[in-house]
């Protein structure tokens, strides 16, 4: 273990400057280094006749130079490499940019391998930049070409001979950390073939071979690792909650709650009266009703004579969750407080005194929850709302005001619960999967640019009636990288209040404003002081607008099925027909398949398997907040199989070896694993 530590820059062929440039990709010891896995592989085993090239297709070509190659000078900052290669079967132009050098290094009468896009006509060949290397040769072609993420500085060339300097080095030392009986058992191979062909694949079929061995090993540590967190917190007591009578609070609601509604309570209630502190996860889409959930507890807590916190992303998602709990809970007898960034130091001064004497029983609020100076009597119940939108630290931060308070976290994303137990760790998941009833269903369609001006004029029919509307874009302001069709919210905005929708309140909010900006927009929207409001996507999570009827997402393909269904979300959420227009003037058939979807079904659960399935965990994950280790090579929308065999791996461990006893380096790589995220997870 201690040599896969070993300082790369002390390994044979690499040293200081290598190192340097690695350390861009934070790759510092010889394990960064065998873990920083292909993104793909391109199969450049087979060399075509040029006559063969299709134009558009990649592939490479095994071709003489005629003549030697000539270098210009076309203006500063540009110079291109031209010359001629043949075959028997016909003629390739090839040009090379900014690599003058090749001018000297390709030899007239050699034949070299070309690996690159075909381009021009069946007439004439021809191709831009290629890969080029002497027949033979077979470090960039003739075989399998691992693909990899890079930084400013490193060429996959570095990162190549690196990676073969690095397994070299480490051909004889490399620990099995799998007990043998375990991997005959799962036909998984050894851990030395499983990184050089990850690396340099022999074979497709050693190529999943190999992955297959680190997927696994990889799901195997994390599983154990979370197991281990989770043993850890049942052995944490706390004092059971009693008994109580919720048929009060059932009375006391102006509608009957869903059968999901009360299985999630019912959960939730067992956990608090197990003597083991609650880690749950409360899931469903936008309007099944997680709120009411937070609500019971929070009531069954209070009777148990403990005090509940609920910390909400923004001020004016606390303010409404005020809104809506407080009268109720009050009604019961439940002193309410809310406290946010806005609150008067006077009020906020009352509101401290009072949680501190355990008057107020139950706080809603942001961030200030957390804030210097807020403590509680006996804080029982911390509620996160929208999980996602919280780095781990600000949650753990609620929780320490407490001793082991019980911890309930709501998200309107529904997520597989496959990728549930990945990013929530140690949670226990209820899953709210039917809506009320007298819930609007959306109807989404998908149509292209040219639909605009009917669009414009639909906004403005339902205007007239009263209605709002949502225009969403993925850009805040143009710049020279993003693509020309891209809506960029500010100039999208000025058009169309001195153009198309002239005749409307239309603002804007995006993410780079000030909060108070943002909330001022938000509250204006909310009152119905704005027609229109066109936003990036800081409107997925937010306010509550029952009278937005219309939801149009621009350059739809931009978003992943769940992002799009999230803020489809945003309307349907009162008594008016609501719709749904996603935007897009993309072609390509995955993309068309995708968006079709959305117009298909409005269950947030089946979109999520989708997405899973089309996209991979990356728009789940987005940003990593959760605090868990990051998977490197295992993939939640192809290894669901695969997790499950190594999830009863380690089951099957643990149950004859609890404390990993006689696998001292499973112990040692699951310790290395959660160290960092140890303090944050519980």
Request: proline share 5%.
């Amino acid at each position: 273990m201690s040599e896969l530590s070993r300082d790369v820059r002390y390994i044979k062929g690499i040293g200081e400057q290598r190192a340097k440039a690695l350390a861009k990709l934070d790759i510092h010891t010889l394990r960064d280094l065998l873990t920083w896995f292909p993104r793909k592989y391109d199969d450049r085993r087979v060399a075509k006749r040029i006559a063969d090239l299709q134009p558009g297709e990649t592939a490479c070509v095994e071709a003489l130079v005629a003549a030697p190659p000539t270098l210009s000078h076309i203006r500063r900052g540009l110079d291109l490499v031209k010359l001629r290669a043949v075959d028997e079967s016909g003629i390739l132009d090839v040009t090379f940019f900014n690599q003058s050098w090749l001018k000297n290094n390709l030899q007239p009468g050699e034949t070299y391998i070309f690996y690159g896009t075909a381009e021009g006509n069946l007439l004439r060949r021809q191709m831009a930049n290629p890969v080029v290397e002497p027949a033979g040769r077979r470090e960039f072609t003739g075989r399998i070409v691992p693909v990899y993420p890079l930084t400013a500085g490193i060429s996959q060339l570095i990162l190549s001979r690196s990676m073969r300097q690095g397994l070299d080095a480490c051909r004889d030392i490399l620990p099995d950390i799998l007990p043998d009986d375990l991997r005959m058992r799962h036909s998984l191979c050894r851990i030395g073939y499983a990184y050089e062909n990850i690396h340099f694949p022999d074979s497709p079929e050693a190529l999943d071979i190999a992955r297959r061995r680190l997927a696994f090993e990889e799901l195997f540590l994390f599983t154990i690792g979370l197991k281990r967190l989770r043993s850890r917190r049942e052995t944490v007591y706390v004092t059971p909650y009693s008994h109580v009578d919720m048929t009060p609070f059932y009375a006391a609601l102006p509608f009957t709650l869903t059968g999901a509604q009360r299985r999630s309570i019912d959960e939730a209630i067992a956990n608090m009266s197990s003597g083991r502190p609650m880690n749950r996860l409360c899931q469903g889409d936008v309007g099944s009703g997680k709120t009411m959930v937070a609500a019971a507890c929070v009531y069954f807590t209070v009777r148990n004579g403990r005090q509940a916190a609920l910390m909400a992303p923004t001020e004016i998602l606390a303010q409404q969750h005020y809104a809506g709990l407080a009268p109720l809970l009050e009604n019961m007898g439940i002193r309410c407080a809310l406290l946010t960034g806005s609150t008067t130091a006077k009020t906020k001064r009352s509101i401290c005194a009072q949680l501190l004497s355990g008057e107020i029983d139950f706080a809603i609020g942001t961030h200030a929850l957390i804030s210097e100076g807020v403590e509680y009597a006996n804080l029982g119940l911390v509620v996160t709302d929208e999980q996602h939108r919280f780095g781990v630290a600000q949650r753990s931060a609620l929780s320490a005001k407490g001793h082991t308070p019980h911890m309930l976290v709501m998200s309107a994303t529904p997520i597989p619960r496959t990728l549930a137990l990945i990013l929530y760790g140690d949670l226990d998941v209820s899953v709210i999967d039917e809506l009320p009833p007298g819930r609007q269903p959306v109807d989404t369609f998908a149509v292209s640019g040219s639909y605009r001006p009917r669009l414009y004029n639909f906004i403005r029919k339902l205007a007239a009636e009263g209605r709002q509307a949502y225009i969403v874009c993925s850009l805040v302001t143009e710049n020279e990288d993003a693509p020309d069709e891209r809506k960029a919210v500010t100039e999208y905005t000025k058009a169309l209040q001195t153009g198309a929708l002239s005749d409307l309140r239309v603002a804007c909010v995006h993410g780079k404003m000030k909060a108070k900006e943002k909330e001022a927009v938000m509250t204006a929207f909310a009152a119905h002081e704005i027609d229109v409001l066109v936003s990036t996507t800081v409107i997925e999570v937010g306010v509550d607008v029952p009278n937005a009827a219309v939801m149009v997402i621009e350059n739809a393909e931009h978003f992943g099925l769940s992002q799009l269904h999230q803020l489809r979300g945003r309307v349907g959420r009162g008594k008016h027909k609501s719709y749904c227009v996603l935007v897009s003037d993309n072609k390509n058939e995955d993309t068309r398949a995708r968006l079709k979807i959305m117009t298909q079904t409005g269950d947030g659960f089946r979109i999520a398997e989708e997405d899973l399935r089309l996209r991979g965990p990356g728009d789940f994950f987005g940003v990593r907040q959760h605090g868990l280790p990051g998977l490197r090579i295992a993939d939640l929308g192809c290894d669901t199989r695969l997790l499950q065999e190594a999830q009863t791996a380690a089951e099957e461990l643990l149950a004859a070896d609890p404390d990993l006893d006689g696998c001292p380096a499973v112990r040692e790589r699951v310790a290395a694993l959660f160290t960092q995220n140890a303090n944050t997870l519980n």
